[in-house]
């Protein structure tokens, strides 16, 4: 499985973003799809998570209600929609995916774009 991120930039305070992960695989019915962040000096964080079957999403607190995963399953996309962004959303954003049901840490990933940079100014 290849990933490719895209979509980040720059944004004020309390605008949006959407963030995009292109998926080349034959399916991806069994696979769950995550967004992550790193912020310099920092761990890599998880934002989000959708069950490619179903479509079921998990957040954490910190972006839960600003932030929303959904999937194409045509064009074979995972999609971050970024709204009400803070100055600390800051970092650099991956996608990531796994052929099990929903790891919430980075290392229950197996699959990884590249990072792509979104910066929220004050």
């Known amino acids: 499985v290849q990933l490719q991120a895209s979509g980040g930039g720059l944004v004020q305070a309390g605008g949006s973003l959407r963030l995009s992960c292109a998926a080349s695989?034959?399916?991806?019915?069994?696979?769950?799809v995550a967004w992550f962040r790193q912020a310099p000096g920092k761990e890599r964080d998880l934002v989000g998570v959708?069950?490619?079957?179903?479509?079921?999403?998990y957040y954490p607190d910190s972006v839960r209600g600003r932030f929303t995963i959904s999937r194409d399953n045509s064009k074979k996309t995972a999609y971050l929609q970024m709204d009400n962004l803070k100055p600390e959303d800051t970092a650099v954003y991956y996608c990531?995916?796994?052929?099990?049901?929903?790891?919430?840490?980075?290392?229950?990933?197996?699959?990884w774009g590249q990072g792509t940079q979104v910066t929220v100014s004050s």
């Open positions: 990531a995916a796994a052929d099990r049901k929903r790891p919430l840490t980075a290392s229950g990933y197996d699959y």
């Open positions: 695989a034959r399916s991806l019915s069994n696979f769950a």
């Open positions: 959708i069950r490619w079957a179903g479509g079921s999403t």
